[in-house]
C-alpha cells in the first residue's frame, strides 16, 4: 500500500473544477436541509436555514484549502510532461549546476556531446570536460561569466575533440540558492563550413597557397612589420618559362599537376632545415608567404633581410630546386622559372607599386632569355612605357602602310634549285626597322591585331608569288606562319580561301606553319585543320621538337613537312646529340613520307651533314637572308642562270 507522502498530487485544473462544483452545490445543500425543517417549525425556519447556509459555506472553504494545498504539494523536482519532453529532445546540450559547477540535472543531448550518459553525468563537476568562462574579478554575479557566449573546446570521454559554442544563464531558486544553466550547442559543422568558405575566399584551389586577395593583406602587413623592426622585405615575382608550351603540348591535367609540383617545391625549399632561404649568418628568417596569382605566376615575400642581395640568393636556391625534373606519365619537364625582385624600403613606395616594380622585373628576366633572376630598377619604368607606346603605335601601324614582307628562299638539297620561300613580317618607318619581329610580333598576339595582321600577310605573300609568275618567274610554294590566336578566333579557312581566289594562287603553292603546341590542342583545332588540309593547301611542322608533345598528332592530321629547328642544326656536325637528333627526325619524316626542312643552315658543314642523312631541303643564311620582293627576284633570276649553266656545282655550293 502506497503512502500518503508517496501519491500523485491532484492536477491543479482538476481541483479547481471541483472547488467550483462544491462552491455551488454545498450551500445550496443547507439551504435545502433548513427550507425542509421549516415545515415542523415555522417560527425557527427562516433561522435554521441561515445557519445551515454558513455550514455549508464554511465547509467549502475548509475543502477548498484543503485542495489548494493539495495541488501545490507538488515535489518541485517533478516537471510537467510537455516540458519534460522539450527538456530531453532539445538539440542544444542542457546542464543545470550549482554554485561550484556540480551536474545537478542534464538532458540527453548534453550527456551524448561529452560522450556519457546522463546518470553518469549527474552529480560530477562540469568542468571535467568543459572550461567555463570565468567571471571578472569583483562581479556580484558569481564564479561564471553570465551571459556570455564562447566559443570552446570540449574534451569528450573518448578523447575527441569537440568545438561548442557555451553559453551560461543564472537561476535562483527559493529553496535551493544559486544554480547555472549552461547551454551546449555543436558549432563544429557550421565551423567547417566558415573555414571552407575561408580557403574559398583566400587560398588557391589548386595548390592550397594563398590567393591574390590573401597575399596582399600580408603583404601590407609585411611591410607595416618593416618600417617597425627597420628590416628589409623581399617581393619576388616569379614566372614559369614555357608553361604554355606544357600546358598545350601535354594537357591541362599535366599543367595542373606541374603547377601543384611548384607550389610543393617552392614551399619545401623556403621550409628546408638546410635551405639558404632561411638562413642567414646562421639565423633563422622569420617570415615568408609564398602565393599563386593565378595561370604559372606565383609570388614570394620574405621577411626580416639584412641586407637586398639576400634575396638572389634565395630566388637562385628556389630556381635550383625547381629545375630538377618532373615527370608526367612518362614525360620528363625540367621546370625554369623568370623572378623579379624588389626589395623595401630601398624601393620605398606603397603595395602596389611594389607588386608592379616586380612584375616589370619579372619581365626584363625574361626578356633577358628567361630561367634568370632580375631587381627592379627605375629604368623599367621607362621600358615599361616604351611598350604601352609600341602597343599604341601597332594599332596604327598597319592602315599607315608600315608592315612590310621579306621571303627567304629554301633550296631543295639534291638539285640546288629554289624550293619555296618563307614570307617574314617586318615593322618599318621611314625606312627604318621600328621593332625586331620577336619584340613586336608577341604583342600583335597578346592585342589581337594578329588577326587583322595575319589576314594582310597571307594576301600579300599569294599575291607576291602570283606578280613573280607573271614576270616569268617559275610557280614557288610560299610559307605563312599562323598563330594559335588566328585558329582559335579567327575564321582563318575563309581568310585563307578568300586570299587565294582573290589573288588566283594554286592552292598547292600555299603552305602554313603550325608549332607543335598548336597541333597539341587536338580537340580544338582538328576540324579547322582538317578543312585547311581540303582546301588543298600544305601544313607543316615548324621548330620540330622543341615541343613536350606526343608523336601522336603527326599520323591523326594530313601533315606535309617538318621542319628541324635551328638549335639541332647550329652543332650537328659536331655534337653527336644534336646530330643524333636531326637524324632521328629525318628518318621519322622519311617513315611518314613527310618532306624534312632544315632552318638555320648557315655553313657548307651543316649542309654537308644533313644532305648525307637524307635532309630534303634547307632554308637559312648559306642560301639567302631575307629579301625584299624586287630583291629576292633579282636574286633569283641570278640563281636560275647560274643554275642553267653549272648545275652539279650550284647544287653542291648551295
Known amino acids: 500500500m502506497k503512502s500518503k507522502s508517496s501519491r500523485r498530487p491532484l492536477p491543479l485544473r482538476r481541483a479547481v473544477a471541483l472547488v467550483f462544483v462544491l462552491a455551488l452545490a454545498l450551500p445550496l445543500l443547507g439551504l435545502a436541509w433548513a427550507w425542509q425543517a421549516q415545515a415542523g417549525d415555522a417560527a425557527g425556519g427562516w433561522l435554521r436555514a441561515a445557519a445551515g447556509a454558513a455550514a455549508g459555506a464554511l465547509a467549502t472553504a475548509a475543502l477548498v484549502a484543503w485542495l489548494l494545498r493539495h495541488a501545490a504539494s507538488e515535489r518541485p523536482d517533478r516537471r510537467w510532461p510537455l516540458e519534460q519532453v522539450l527538456f530531453d529532445r532539445c538539440d542544444d546540450g542542457i546542464v543545470v549546476l550549482d554554485e561550484d559547477a556540480t551536474v545537478r540535472a542534464a538532458n540527453p543531448r548534453a550527456a551524448a556531446l561529452l560522450g556519457l550518459t546522463v546518470k553518469d553525468l549527474r552529480g560530477q563537476p562540469l568542468t571535467r570536460w568543459v572550461a567555463l568562462p570565468g567571471a571578472p574579478a569583483g562581479d556580484p554575479g558569481g564564479p561564471w561569466a553570465v551571459g556570455a557566449r564562447v566559443d570552446l573546446r570540449v574534451n569528450r570521454v573518448d578523447g575527441a575533440d569537440l568545438h561548442c559554442e557555451l553559453q551560461l544563464s543564472a537561476l535562483s531558486l527559493r529553496s535551493s540558492g544559486r544554480h547555472y544553466v549552461a547551454t551546449l550547442r555543436d558549432v563544429g559543422e557550421r565551423r567547417a563550413a566558415e573555414e571552407r568558405m575561408r580557403r574559398l575566399a583566400d587560398f588557391d584551389a589548386l595548390t592550397g597557397l594563398p590567393n591574390r586577395s590573401l597575399f596582399r593583406d600580408r603583404l601590407g ?20 618559362d614555357r ?72 630566388a637562385e636556391r628556389l630556381q635550383r630546386a625547381l629545375e630538377q625534373p618532373f615527370h608526367v606519365g612518362t614525360q620528363e619537364i625540367v621546370v625554369t622559372t623568370s623572378i623579379g625582385i624588389t626589395v623595401y624600403p630601398d ?12 612584375d616589370l622585373a619579372m619581365y626584363r628576366a625574361k626578356d633577358q632569355g628567361r630561367n634568370a633572376v632580375q631587381y627592379y630598377s627605375a629604368e623599367m619604368n621607362d621600358h615599361a612605357q616604351r611598350r604601352l607606346q609600341m602597343e599604341s603605335e601597332l594599332r596604327h601601324a598597319l592602315e599607315r602602310g608600315e608592315f612590310a614582307l621579306e621571303y627567304q628562299p629554301k633550296a631543295d638539297l639534291a638539285s640546288g634549285r629554289v624550293s619555296g620561300v618563307e614570307a617574314l613580317l617586318r615593322w618599318r618607318r621611314d625606312g627604318r626597322a621600328v621593332a625586331p619581329p620577336d619584340v613586336f610580333v608577341p604583342l600583335l598576339e597578346e592585342t589581337g591585331l594578329i588577326l587583322p595582321v595575319g589576314r594582310w600577310v597571307l594576301e600579300q605573300a599569294a599575291a607576291q608569288v602570283c606578280a613573280w609568275r607573271r614576270a616569268g618567274l617559275p610557280w614557288v610554294r610560299v610559307a605563312v606562319n599562323l598563330s594559335g590566336r588566328q585558329l582559335r578566333q579567327g575564321d582563318i579557312v575563309a581568310t585563307v580561301a578568300a586570299a587565294l581566289e582573290a589573288s588566283g594562287l594554286p592552292s598547292a603553292q600555299l603552305e602554313l606553319e603550325l608549332t607543335e603546341s598548336m597541333l597539341m590542342d587536338g580537340q580544338a583545332h582538328a576540324a579547322t585543320l582538317g578543312r585547311l588540309s581540303a582546301l588543298g593547301v600544305q601544313l607543316a611542322v615548324d621548330d620540330f621538337g622543341t615541343g613536350y608533345s606526343s608523336l601522336g598528332y603527326l599520323k591523326r592530321f594530313n601533315l606535309d613537312a617538318l621542319k628541324i629547328d635551328r638549335s639541332f642544326v647550329r652543332d650537328m ?58 630583291a629576292f627576284e633579282g636574286w633569283w633570276r641570278g640563281r636560275l642562270a647560274a643554275l642553267a649553266e653549272t648545275p652539279e656545282a650550284m647544287a653542291a655550293g648551295i
Open 347 to 358: 624601393d620605398d613606395c606603397p603595395a602596389d607599386e611594389l607588386i608592379k616594380h616586380a
Open 573 to 630: 656536325p659536331n655534337d653527336a646529340e644534336d646530330r643524333a637528333i636531326a637524324v632521328a627526325v629525318i628518318a621519322l619524316a622519311r617513315s611518314l613520307k613527310l618532306r624534312v626542312v632544315a632552318e638555320g643552315v648557315e655553313t657548307p658543314a651543316q649542309r654537308q651533314c644533313l644532305a648525307d642523312h637524307g635532309c630534303d631541303e634547307i632554308q637559312g643564311y648559306l642560301l639567302s637572308r631575307p629579301l625584299s620582293p624586287e
Open 221 to 240: 602587413q609585411a611591410l607595416e612589420r618593416a618600417g617597425r623592426t627597420r628590416r628589409r622585405v623581399a617581393l619576388m615575382f616569379l614566372d614559369l
Open 243 to 314: 608553361f604554355k608550351t606544357v600546358n598545350d603540348s601535354l594537357g591541362h591535367d599535366a599543367g595542373d599537376r606541374l603547377l601543384q609540383h611548384v607550389a610543393a617545391t617552392l614551399t619545401a625549399a623556403l621550409r628546408g632545415s638546410d635551405s639558404v632561404a632561411l638562413r642567414r649568418a646562421g639565423d633563422a628568417v622569420q617570415g615568408f608567404t609564398v602565393a599563386r596569382l593565378g595561370g604559372d605566376e606565383f609570388t614570394l615575400i620574405v621577411e626580416d633581410l639584412a641586407h637586398a642581395d639576400e634575396a638572389r640568393r634565395i
